[in-house]
């Protein structure tokens, strides 16, 4: 029961802070992201462990996929059919993956289909409220967008999934490293 608690916190916290994304769809994901940032970090303050949680890996990617269909769905009233369309096409694939992932259970599925959807929708979204205008004028600056931000999320997916080593492991190595 003492366990159970601040799951609970932090399985409702997963699931409301998302709500903001239908009204502030920028900062409901800003948000949501950093939810599950340290969603870990908070069990481990209540004792719960990464291995005391067989099925973490499974409930963070449902919650996750959670916040990204509300902003999926926020995302349909785009007004640049491209954008919309590429985002459409960059949910699905990472949708497949974790689907994928949650039947196999193989930690390489999330690698293979990165969740670039996530860095395209706050990138639109940042670039429309800094600039006032759409960022794609051409579908050349679109492609060279999404190779790039593709490029950055495969390396998170690389560290993450395939080198395992989570990005709290990050901050503490980097904030103990001797750069003398």
Known sequence: MQNTI???ITSALRLLVPLLILKHPFFGVVASL???FVDLGFLNLFGIKYFDFPAYQQWDKILDTYYLFLAFSVSLRWTN???KRINVA??????LGVVLFLLLQKDVLLFLFPNVFEHFF???L???YLYKREPFTSVEKLVVTVAILAGIKLFQEYVLHIVKAPVWHWIKIGATMNLD
């Open 6 to 8: 601040p799951l609970i």
């Open 34 to 36: 950093f939810i599950d």
């Open 81 to 83: 059919p491209l954008a």
């Open 90 to 95: 960059l949910f699905l694939f990472r949708l």
């Open 122 to 124: 706050l990138y639109y």
């Open 126 to 128: 940042g670039y429309v």
